[in-house]
């Protein structure tokens, strides 16, 4: 009854559910690009070469918005409101794991403090989102154009994930190895909780909507809870670590025909040594994904560097 692959397909083929998840994606990717725009411009002097690739970040998340949003409009879907309870971006931010959204607000300047916990809140955000993207891109061939889009905007988080990576590895070689450390597992432990927020509250709309029972909808639940309890304590350990994303598998049989991210794609330390930022080129791969449970929505995963990591891996 609980197959992984028949609950997404379930999920996915019913209009109300999908017409749920490509809201919240469109409207975390909206807010998002909005935000890492303004971020950009507040970037103190002293880290000014990151600004551009901010920047070019926050278009093309506002581009993906406009994507799914027409992604809805092919399917002849209206984009649903989407549940402040369910909204992990927002969550996340209360958590107070990254101050310079906060610091955006108000206008003032970043430190490089700042930046640093800017650039582990990008990275546990693009985790998740990579991962819940990548266990989608299978399962839409029912959904014209779908499976296209995703991809696509799986690439642009795989490739954010390699820039904040490699952004974090700078401040380590810096001599900055122990806020990194500590910035990373802050903002691994903070998204978990969001995630675990926000997962509950879509499984709760999405098991009203297709009718679940009362048993089924306690035992999703259940799986929430306990992937929670593992990213709290197994999870830690891998939550110190920077290391890099591994190719994605080869799409399933069925999957909408197109190259995939994992065709396109180089280690991410190549793609940033060789100059590329968010946007600045697709297929450029990056940080680490973790799996994500059916009607989780976009958003972040755990993965972090180690001292050890910072100053053993390639470059540092």
């Known amino acids: ?10 999920v996915l083929d019913d209009d109300a559910s999908f017409r749920l998840l490509c809201s919240l994606a469109a409207a975390a990717q909206a807010r998002n690009g909005r935000e890492s725009r303004r971020i950009a411009a507040l970037v103190p002097q002293g880290r000014r070469e990151l600004a551009p690739a901010m920047a070019r ?12 949003a027409g992604l809805l409009a092919a399917c002849g879907l209206e984009p649903a409101e989407v549940p402040p309870e369910a909204d992990h971006a927002a969550l996340l931010e209360r958590r107070g794991s990254c101050p310079a959204h906060a610091r955006m607000r108000c206008g003032q300047p970043l430190s490089e403090r700042d930046v640093l916990a800017h650039l582990a ?3 546990a955000a693009s985790t998740r989102a990579a991962a819940w993207l990548a266990r989608l891109a299978g399962h839409l061939s029912g959904r014209p154009g ?4 995703v991809r696509e ?22 001599g900055h190895v122990a806020a990194v450390e500590l910035v990373l597992r802050e903002n691994a432990l903070a998204e978990a909780r969001a995630h675990r927020d926000a997962a509950l ?17 306690v ?27 591994p190719p994605l598998p080869k799409p399933e049989p069925g999957a909408d025909a197109g190259p995939g991210p994992e065709h396109e794609s180089e280690p991410a330390r190549d793609a940033v040594r060789a100059g590329s930022g968010p946007g600045a080129r697709p297929g450029a791969e990056s940080g680490t994904e973790h799996g994500a ?7 972040a995963g755990s993965r972090t560097p180690s001292g050890e990591a910072a100053t053993t891996s390639p470059g540092v």
Do not use: I, K, N
């Not at 970040?57 to 799914?68: C, D, K, S, V």
């Open 146 to 149: 779908a499976g296209e889009a």
């Open 1 to 10: 009854m609980l197959r992984r692959r028949d609950l997404v397909r379930e």
């Open 201 to 217: 509250a879509v499984l709760a709309r999405t098991g009203h909507l297709l009718g679940w029972s009362m048993a089924r909808s």
């Open 57 to 68: 970040y926050g278009e093309l998340q506002e581009r993906h918005a406009r994507l799914l």
């Open 121 to 123: 809140h990008g990275h």
């Open 219 to 245: 035992v999703m639940e259940g799986g929430v809870q306990a992937r929670y309890a593992y990213e709290r304590l197994a999870g830690r350990r891998r939550a110190v670590r920077l290391d890099p994303l």
């Open 293 to 299: 449970e059916p009607g989780e929505g976009p958003g």
């Open 153 to 174: 905007v799986l690439r642009a988080e795989r490739e954010h994930l390699a820039w904040c990576r490699e952004g974090m590895l700078g401040f380590a070689r810096a």
